[in-house]
């Protein structure tokens, strides 16, 4: 490691073209900068704070080593889970008490799993397991009760608590990769969870076979990547997939679009594209697309969400814990961190009950 004031820079998150020492150790501390005193991590200061985008930011803070900064932020999470497992889509970020938004989204209930067992994979802390595992079992009991015909889960209870019946590929994908999370902390702890291993093979079958399970999105890039990047394809498949579509949302010099028809360019979608090409070992264009999105660097390490090119304009006038989240875990993946790589390279993770024919 090396020292950059207080931030000591592990060299997994050194990338030629990317992140030298000083870099890597301002983009750490502009994730720390934003977190408040109770744990929780909002997007930017006073911004909106959602379970998901909190648990990203935490892991990258894991994979800077920042491990205690981590902790308190799954600590945070843990004391404001609801009774019946969920967590609100937003909370405020500015410390005030409550949610921002009353609605519950499964896939960020489900993604502390995720966080969990890679702080774990990073700090081989058992009594943090202990404590979280509770917590990460009501997490995904939740998600898993959701789980609807055929496979997909359904992707929000509304605000009156009624959940819809319809699943998006994004979120059920982040939902499969957050369940094989589950089963390896499971197997570690040595308690068995049948109907996790179900749902993750039902699932993992909807997921990687049958689109038309799930709400059209198609002309979002995360419905794109997302199947690879949550594990359900991987090798040929996946290479196949990503194929199919790169000239739709890729824009060369520049990033990976949002959303097909639109002149937007975003930090984040292009950083988990890299993750998912690392992921099927295509690293060169991994790195090659986080060279490009250094254009929405800011001097203090910070990334902007987003850039319209078209207009020559930074939009929205943001810049995420979550983006800079993003990027250094791709960072961090491509450099061989341990953690990193056995979470997003999946090798390792249960794959659940197969679920051929059932479905």
């Known amino acids: 490691m090396t020292a950059h004031e207080g931030v000591a820079t592990p060299r997994a998150l050194l990338l030629p073209g990317v992140l030298d020492a000083e870099q890597a150790a301002t983009t750490v501390r502009s994730i720390l900068a934003e977190q408040r005193p109770d744990g929780a991590l909002p997007w930017f200061t006073g911004g909106h704070l959602d379970p998901w985008d909190h648990t990203e930011a935490a892991m990258a803070l894991d994979a800077a080593g ?8 799954y600590r945070w999470l843990a004391e404001q889970q609801n009774p019946d497992g969920s967590w ?38 058992d009594a943090f397991l202990d404590r979280m595992w509770p917590v990460v079992r009501r997490a995904l009991d939740f998600t898993v009760g959701l789980q ?10 509304d605000e009156d608590g009624t959940p819809v019946q319809e699943a998006l590929l994004t979120g059920s994908a982040s939902i499969l990769h957050a369940l094989r999370c589950g089963l390896a902390i499971a197997d570690y702890r040595e308690e068995p969870q049948p109907d996790w291993e179900l749902a993750t093979g039902r699932l993992q079958h909807a997921v990687a076979a049958h689109p038309e399970r799930f709400l059209d999105k198609d002309r979002y890039s995360m419905d794109w990547y997302y199947p690879v990047l949550g594990s359900a394809l991987r090798g040929e498949p996946a290479r196949q997939r990503i194929a199919a579509h790169w000239d739709r949302f890729v824009v060369p010099g520049l990033g990976v679009r949002c959303v097909s028809d639109r002149p937007w360019v975003t930090g984040g979608e292009s950083a988990e ?16 697309i986080l060279r490009w999105i250094q254009h929405l660097r800011h001097e203090d390490g910070s990334y902007w969400t987003g850039y319209v090119f078209e207009d020559d304009a930074i939009w929205p006038e943001e810049r995420t814990t979550w983006t800079a989240g993003a990027l250094l875990l791709a960072v961090a993946a491509l450099g061989g961190d341990p953690a990193t790589v056995a979470v997003f390279g999946a090798e ?3 794959n659940g009950l197969a679920a051929e024919g059932c479905c």
């Open 88 to 125: 609100y889509a937003g909370y405020f970020g500015d410390g005030a008490p409550g949610m921002s938004n009353a609605a519950v989204e499964t896939n960020f209930c489900a993604y502390l799993a995720v966080g969990v067992w890679h702080h774990h994979l990073s700090t081989g802390d």
């Open 148 to 157: 609807l015909p055929g496979g997909p889960i359904a992707w929000r209870l």
């Open 348 to 350: 390792q993770l249960p």
């Open 273 to 288: 594209l890299a993750l998912a090409l690392w992921a099927v070992g295509e690293s060169d264009r991994a790195v090659e």
């Open 66 to 73: 920042e491990h205690a900064a981590a902790e308190r932020a």
